[in-house]
């Protein structure tokens, strides 16, 4: 076996021992254990990472794995927002809860187990080497992740973990009919007619072919929360625990949106590249339309990153849609900042809400004012957010408008272009009151502080070092790997 | 398959739409997934992985929302935003736009093909319309029993770790769906779709 197919292999198994090792261990240990595991898987992921990024032109292609530039972008990413909500996980556990979905005895280790099981799911996606394979993947963290959005056990945390079961279960049938056409088309039978590589040989006419991809661009949107489908993100979002709202946001988002992208490059050739490219294009921009607005309302902290995440997921499809490498090296950029800046702001919820109770329902103000560190670290995220220079959320949008009006789609670029001038002034204002805005008096601790406030250390060179690496990528080996695909 | 067997199929989806008893509802689809499987079992050759596959599921499914509906009893079944006639001409209606939008998609035979359709066309009509949480669970059930005549009618057969895959999904989506309608029984006294919406104002 090849050192890249043991790593993939060390990717998806390491989370999955990291949860059995937390089902084994003392009461006492738990926290530990779970950070050694969740350590050791990030170690492997970020590993992978590092080996697929430095030869992206030698990209391993099998059956049921693959590992591309893509598949070590995303698998990086997962593995360090699941290390960073398996760390700041001991402050969300520490909150009392007697109405969770699991006795409280029970809650530390099944929230872990959970954790650890959709990580290891996640991870699995971008590395599979078969359009059926990555479905199933999908539809696995579907049930596990529901599982997790719901397991504060507050009514409106039920009611968020059933939407979005019901509504994204829903949408991946409906990818599936898609799939189910595909392999009508197939040339042959069995798991291998679905191999990225295959579908680009699929025999089922253009017409057949571009109903198929339609079907499996409208379930996978159900999932990556693009517009008109996207009703359960703000909710499951908001309601979830905070770092289980960071790896749906920062991890699994992306990890499906690249089940979409894969699927636009394998079938460009069959439906044609520019109606492939046209699809996300307007998924893209119907998501910008949905969530402007949005981003211009005063509202509770993590709602306002959750329909940051619908405006984000919106970037990401116009970037993969305009398909040159100048925009994929921003969305490369994009995923991987957004990760960071959100994985950031939702970690942050915890003492935010510990600090202001009321933030859970309303516009949090003044942070910056009552508690200084804590403001910071919201001002951080939501800057980088908007893509506030140096952001490289703000390199990579304009890398991703400039890639469309190569592409040559100016209509579409200078519409996104306008669309995120609005958005970038709607988050500004909301950064603005919640880290200077009038402050009532305050005087809970904020808990978990210092732990979130270490990360945001570590997320600021990171995020910088990102904006630089972004001026760079467009004529890097890894750009033109991306604008291949599989091959 | 038949053009006849198919038929039964879409008629048992239909009923799933307008019956009243969330039981009668699991019924039918456990039904719709046995004659799935036993015509898996006839038409196999050789292979009968996904006979069993289906057969599994349709009994595990079966015992599992059996079991929920025992377990959270209602003084009356939950009422459904919609009549049951206007349900059924939903459903109808629905599932004839599809047959109209989607062209010949390769599989067995064209009554398949438009069963498959009115399958999914039905499930999501009865996830949509259906105010008790347990008709959503059933919903997506109807609509994967509809992706099942589809893989039993692929010109070259699926692929059983696919087949597998898909009934495992199913399974767990269905044992989350149940205890996320265990736990909303709990906390609202019944599992209606109604009483949680009414939280977002």
Redesign the interface.
Known sequence: MASRELLALAVVVTPVLGGLAVLCAPRRALNGVAAAGAALSAAFALALSAVALAEPARALVERWVVVDAAAGMLVGVIGVVGVTAVLVSPAYLAIPSDRG?VPPGRRPRIFYVLVFDFWAILAAIPLMGNL??AW?LV??T??VS??LV?FG?K??A??A???Y??LT??GL??A??GI??L????A????D??SWRELSHVR??H??AL??YLLLLAGLAAKIGWAPVHNWLP?AHSEAPAPVSALLSAALLPAVLLVAWRSSQALSPVIGASTAQSVLVGFGLLSLFVAVPFLWQAMPWKRLLAYSSLEHMGVIALGIGFGTPLALAGVAVHITGHALAKALGFYAATPLLGHEPRAAGHPATGIGRTQPSLGAVLGVSLGALAGLPPSPLFVSEVLIVAGGFAAGRPWASSVAAVLLTLGFLGLAHALIETTAGKAPARDRPAAGLRGVVLLAGLAVPCLLALSAAALWLPGSSIARALAQGIR | MSGGLVWVLVALGLAVVVVRRRSFAVGLVTAQALVLAVEAARHGTGDTTSAVVLAVRAVALAALLLLVVSRTREPRPVRAGIAPLARGGLAVGFALALTWLVPTIGLGSGNAERGVLALIAFGIVAAATRRATLFAVVGIVLCENGLALAALELPHGSSSAIELGVAFDLTLVALVGAVFHERIFAEFGAGDTAALRSLRG
Request: glycine letters at 22%.
């Open positions: 979905l059926g394979g199933l539809e696995a579907t049930a529901a599982v719901g056990g009514p409106r039920l009611e973990a059933w939407k079961l019901i279960s829903l049938g409906v599936l009919l189910v056409i392999a009508a088309g197939a042959h039978g069995g798991l007619a679905l089922t006419g017409g057949a109903v198929a909710d």
